[in-house]
């Protein structure tokens, strides 16, 4: 399972909070001009002033851009994407863009947004199992990603510097807890109607959710699957919790 289909998958619980998207799951180079086109006309129809362009077999960042509409030359920049990443053998997704209220760090604007664990109790109930923020500076205009140079930091120092007072904070948990777990049982539902499996064909769920300006309720924006502990995995975790102790 592709980012693309696990975009359809959440679409399966309206009351999942997501970004306006459209997926493309697969693409030829002679297909990038009728995918520019659609792409066009979505962004228009939705009236998005901001969007986010990212790959579907891709992680860490990689080859996601962020791009305003009103760009003069947003045209050619977008179908010069679509050819590479059709080059990639990738499918393409196009969603609006969530600004979250900026953080002020030394003086200098930071964009931010949350990443949570999600494993399965004994009960085979899904539970957040750790969460933390990833931020970086604004004026890049890119992912925030750790692998991209991003820092971590605590939900709850995030929330001290946005001002944020503990009812407030309190609800903002309550929120992810329960996006979390509606975006598990979607996926779980699809496990099941496409494989007959009776459990989640992962280890661990890592969701990217956003909270956006003015909105306590955070936007699902993406989700991963982790099917084992692998060492890779393990290396990323430590240098996460390397991060947060140095905060």
Do not use: C
């Not at 679509?82 to 209220?101: A, K």
């Not at 661990?204 to 909105?215: K, P, T, V, Y």
């Not at 990323?236 to 390397?242: H, P, S």
């Amino acid at each position: 399972w592709d980012k693309a289909r696990m975009d359809e998958m959440l679409r399966t619980d309206p009351r999942i909070r997501r970004p306006v998207s459209l997926a493309f799951r697969s693409q030829r180079r002679a297909d990038s001009h009728a995918i520019w086109q659609a792409m066009t006309t979505f962004v228009a129809s939705n009236g998005i002033r901001a969007m986010v362009v990212k790959p579907t077999n891709r992680a860490r960042g990689e080859d996601v851009s962020f791009h305003s509409t009103q760009h003069p030359q947003l045209g050619g920049a977008l179908m010069a994407i679509l050819e590479i990443l059709s080059d990639r053998r990738s499918g393409v997704i196009v969603e609006e863009r969530i600004v979250p209220p900026l953080l002020m760090i030394a003086g200098q604007a930071h964009d931010w947004n949350l990443r949570v664990w999600v494993v399965v109790n004994a009960e085979g109930q899904p539970v957040v199992a750790d969460m933390l923020v990833r931020h970086d500076l604004a004026q890049r205009n890119g992912p925030v990603n750790i692998s991209r140079g991003a820092k971590t930091a605590t939900l709850e120092k995030i929330s001290s510097l946005l001002g944020w007072p503990e009812p407030q904070v309190t609800q903002v948990k309550a929120s992810i807890r329960d996006q979390v777990q509606r975006a598990y049982w979607a996926i779980m539902k699809a496990a099941q109607q496409e494989t007959g499996m009776g459990e989640l064909p992962y280890d661990i769920l890592g969701i990217d959710l956003m909270s956006a300006a003015g909105d306590l309720q955070p936007v699902i924006l993406e989700v991963g699957g982790i099917r084992s502990m692998t060492q890779s995995m393990a290396i990323v975790l430590q240098r996460e919790i390397r991060e947060l102790k140095r905060q």
